[in-house]
């Protein structure tokens, strides 16, 4: 089995700074893409970023596009969002999560990944 486990989310005043950090362990056949999904309360989960590791690419929701970077360490299964300028509207739980599959993907939807953490909550105070 695969284990994605988040940490680093919190409170944090809006315009302010915040990253969050996921690592990946277990038996994985393989390792395509990781990617970082939020859902507020009432709302379906959605896209924020992600990171394929070969070729290298990243993606971003519109949303977030400028504003939160998205990286990682392929080696070692972890990807990390830095997210600046936070809004009260970037509240919610963060997921993080692993494709395994070969098949193609856009990597930006919740059916591309395979695996996903337990996800950790961000606050952005007004």
């Known amino acids: 089995q695969v284990q994605l486990v988040e940490s680093g989310g919190g409170l944090v005043q809006s315009g302010g700074s915040q990253t969050l950090s996921c690592a990946a362990s277990?038996?994985?056949?393989?390792?395509?893409?990781m990617g970082w999904f939020r859902q507020a309360p009432g709302k379906e989960r959605e896209f924020v970023a992600a990171i394929r590791w070969r070729p290298s690419a990243t993606y971003y929701a519109d949303a977030v596009r400028g504003r939160f970077t998205v990286s990682g360490d392929n080696a070692k299964n972890t990807v990390y969002l830095q997210m600046n300028s936070l809004s009260p509207e970037a509240t919610a739980v963060y997921y993080c999560s692993l494709r395994t599959s070969p098949r193609p993907a856009t990597n930006t939807r919740v059916s591309d990944y395979d695996y996903w953490g337990q996800g950790t909550q961000v606050t952005v105070s007004s």
């Open positions: 277990g038996r994985m056949f393989s390792n395509y893409a």
